[in-house]
């Protein structure tokens, strides 16, 4: 009994100062053996109409707001100019596009890597500290509760613990040779820029994004998922330009996601004694393809923004 | 000591803005140099308004840039439209320059702002708030901005438009007279849609007012 009520009251004093944290750090790769982006029998979440009318309902619709406009529904939490949905396709509904179906259900993880379980919540809340730039929200509050109930209903029906065809975004080979920034450059030109600007800036309508920043200040940071050049080729492939996935040849996708990720962006909030040489090698040597902490065009890259 | 310049240094500037403006205006509601460049106001009315009845379209707030572009592309053939093209072609590059910046600075029309969080009611809403993914047709609002009110000068406004226009523009990416847009960005998706569906969605975004969408 007196053991129990501690170990609460532990807990709760300690939220305020653990939210500052790193909620999850092992933001390195998933690895799926899905990703068969030929196959058309994916798992299809429900519709939205069969979305009961009641405070289930409601709560569920409240994660699907912050999903699609997270920076006015949780804009405590937010730190730059993204939204959930910019990177998780049609309100996270997308097959290859780390669908929130094929997500939900794959939690608790464990990572053998650096041997930690990792909760749903916890997902949730590392993508606020790295796509989104920002603070983690607390895990029993209530922008964990409506995402929590967001995912959980897309993903009514499918099996626990078992990898979903469609599952996160499937793996484009690295060219033969490497990737080419010049090329990249060449092809942002040609069929990026006219959404998302000469600059990676992306554009707005009103205050809000209609186009999100590839890189600067208003961009994912340096720990994000999105920042691994063979992720970013894997989503790029998938989904851009818009409407038109799957229409880049692989080493067009390689080229421009490593053209965009040779920008600065902002800084990984892992960062270690100010060291950008010493996250390099804790965070980011054995984190897929990356230009963390690497020269490029004389500069140094991972400084921030 | 210099004080007393600023008068003039004013009515030197509100001169010359005047001049300007009298050219597009001319254009507008008179007719180019070339007497084939026949008066806007005409077809677009007095204000750039449109005229929803006949399909012809607001010009009022669109971006300059894409009217420029526009005009260049009915010039050029690239956008085929028997009414616009010899007008077009009359045009100087300084009469279209003007009058489309003249055009841009006119207020758009005032809508409330929906986008992808509301929730959707019909088969229209649906195409412009959600897409039609099964078909990689993404939604509306993804290019054109919440309420479809347009995004900087490659994405123009729908909303404001008439249905009977943003249906023909619709039908001629489909039948191929239409294909000047980058990269087959809009060709791709108009050709993916059914001809309900073009019904639908065109019907929607002309019916969005500063009170929402018609019910």
Redesign the interface.
């Known amino acids: 009994m007196k053991t129990h009520t501690t170990a609460l009251l532990l807990m709760s004093l300690g939220f305020p100062v653990l939210a500052d944290d790193i909620a999850m750090e092992d933001q390195s790769q998933i690895l799926t053996g899905a990703g068969d982006p030929a196959s058309s029998k994916y798992f299809q979440p429900p519709k ?1 109409s069969e979305l009961p009318d009641n405070t289930y309902g409601q709560l569920v ?1 409240q994660g ?2 912050i999903f ?2 997270t920076k ?2 949780a804009p405590d939490y937010v730190g730059n100019g993204l939204a959930c ?1 910019n990177c998780h ?3 996270g ?2 097959a290859n596009s780390a669908p929130l179906w094929a997500a939900y259900t794959m939690y608790p993880a464990y990572r053998k890597k650096n041997d930690k379980v990792n909760s749903y919540a916890e997902r949730l809340q590392g993508c606020f500290q790295f796509s989104m730039n920002g603070k983690a929200p607390e895990a029993d509050g209530p922008v964990i509760a409506a995402l929590s109930a967001y995912s959980y209903w897309l993903a009514t029906g499918a099996p626990t613990g078992q990898e979903l065809s469609g599952r996160a975004y499937p793996e484009v080979p690295q060219p033969e040779g490497g990737y080419d920034l010049a090329k990249g450059e060449q092809v942002y030109d ?2 990026c820029a ?2 998302h600007g000469p600059n990676g800036e992306g ?4 205050d ?1 994004y ?2 999100p920043p590839l890189w600067g200040a208003d961009s994912f940071n340096w720990g994000a998922g999105m920042h691994r050049i063979n992720t970013a080729a894997a989503f790029i492939k998938e989904n851009m ?5 799957g229409t880049l040849p692989d080493e067009d996708a390689w080229n421009v996601a490593a053209f965009m990720n040779s920008h600065e962006r902002p800084q990984d909030p892992r960062l270690i004694d100010g060291s950008v040489e010493k996250t390099r090698d804790k965070y980011h040597a054995n984190d897929g393809v990356n230009l963390y902490g690497e020269i490029v065009n004389g500069k140094m890259l991972g400084k921030g923004i | 000591m210099n004080v007393p310049l600023w008068p003039l240094a004013g009515l030197f500037l509100a001169i010359s803005v005047s001049a300007h403006a009298a050219d597009a205006a001319a254009v507008y509601s008179k007719g180019g140099t070339n007497p084939a460049a026949m008066a806007c106001a005409t077809c677009h009315g007095a204000e750039g308004e449109g005229m929803a009845a006949a399909g012809f379209p607001r010009l009022a707030g669109l971006s300059a840039n894409y009217m420029r572009k526009q005009l260049a592309d009915f010039a050029s053939g690239a956008r085929a439209n028997p009414i616009m093209q010899p007008i077009a072609a009359a045009l100087s590059h300084e009469e279209a320059d003007a009058v489309s910046t003249m055009l841009a600075d006119k207020p758009q029309p005032q809508v409330e ?1 929906i ?3 509301a ?2 009611d019909g088969p229209g809403e649906s195409l412009a708030l ?2 039609a ?1 099964d078909r ?3 939604e509306c ?3 054109h ?2 309420s479809g ?4 000068d ?1 994405f123009p406004p729908l909303a404001g438009q008439s249905a009977q226009y943003l249906s023909s523009q619709l039908t001629a990416w489909r039948q191929g007279t239409r294909k000047n847009d ?2 087959d ?1 809009m060709g ?2 108009a050709r993916s849609l059914t001809e309900d569906e073009v019904t639908a969605v065109s019907t929607y975004f002309a019916g969005l007012t500063d009170k929402g969408a018609a019910k």
Do not use: Y
């Open positions: 939205e619709q699907r707001a699609v406009d006015t529904h949905a396709l049609e309100q509904r997308k040609a069929q006219v959404c554009q707005k309508s009103g809000l209609v186009f330009p818009l409407g038109k996935g | 702002r986008d992808r969080t929730l959707v959600s897409g993914w990689n047709i993404p609002v993804a290019c901005g919440p009110t347009g995004v900087g490659a980058p990269n960005l791709q998706i």
